[in-house]
Structures are given as structure tokens and as C-alpha cells.
């Protein structure tokens, strides 16, 4: 059993930043791939970043290329996501999710395992 965390929400104006952490229990954390979506209001969830176990190789949505970055750190069981240049379409709650074995379908939430209780994110113009 995985268990998720998220923090690091909070409020910022448009053109600033933030970064959410996800702390993950259990192991071998490392061979989890590792996932962040978002929820708008209104809106179904959607994906945003990924990473594999070895934390090289990543997959962004198109909406945030350029913009976030997705790290983790497998020594802390932990997960990044650095939010550059924000938008106020970015507002959100973020959630942290786990995939036990990685299949290629990163974007789809039904190939997660394990999702984090989610991290509210507002951008104001």
C-alpha cells in the first residue's frame, strides 16, 4: 500500500510560481512512475506531468510544456512539481499519483494505483 501527500498549494498572482511536493510511503518508491493531475471546477481531471522510476524521463501535457517541471527525489520518497509562469487557467486542486508498473498510457488516470487527497492551487489575474 501507497500512501500520498500532497503540499504546497496555495494562492499567486498570474506570472509568478510554486512548487508542490508529494511525500509517498512505502516501497520500492523507485519503481513507481509517478503522476500529477489537476482539477478545475467544473472540469474532469486532467493529466499534467509524469516521471518513471529513474526520474529521466518525463511526459508533460501540452498546456504545461515549457512551464512546469516534474522531479522527484527516490532517496526522500518525494515528488516535485515546479509551476513557472502561472496562469490563472492553471487554477486547481493538484493531485499526486503512483503507478505500480508502468505501461506507457502515463496520461490516463486509470492506470494510476494510488492518488493523494490533492492540493488546492489558485493563479489571480
Known amino acids: 500500500q501507497v500512501q500520498l501527500v500532497e503540499s504546497g498549494g496555495g494562492l499567486v498572482q498570474a506570472g509568478g510560481s510554486l512548487r508542490l511536493s508529494c511525500a509517498a510511503s512505502?516501497?520500492?518508491?523507485?519503481?513507481?512512475?509517478m503522476g500529477w493531475f489537476r482539477q478545475a471546477p467544473g472540469k474532469e481531471r486532467e493529466f499534467a506531468a509524469a516521471?518513471?522510476?529513474?526520474?529521466?524521463?518525463?511526459y508533460y501535457a501540452d498546456s504545461v510544456k515549457g512551464r512546469f517541471t516534474i522531479s522527484r527525489d527516490n532517496t526522500k520518497n518525494m515528488v516535485y512539481l515546479q509551476m513557472n509562469s502561472l496562469k490563472p487557467e492553471d487554477t486547481a486542486v493538484y493531485y499526486c499519483?503512483?503507478?505500480?508498473?508502468?505501461?506507457?498510457?502515463?496520461?490516463?488516470?486509470?492506470?494510476?494505483?494510488?492518488w493523494g487527497p490533492g492540493t488546492q492551487v489558485t493563479v489571480s489575474s
Open positions: 512505502g516501497r520500492p518508491f523507485s519503481n513507481y512512475v
Open positions: 499519483a503512483a503507478d505500480r508498473t508502468y505501461s506507457g498510457r502515463y496520461n490516463l488516470m486509470d492506470e494510476y494505483d494510488y
Open positions: 516521471i518513471r522510476g529513474n526520474g529521466v524521463i518525463r
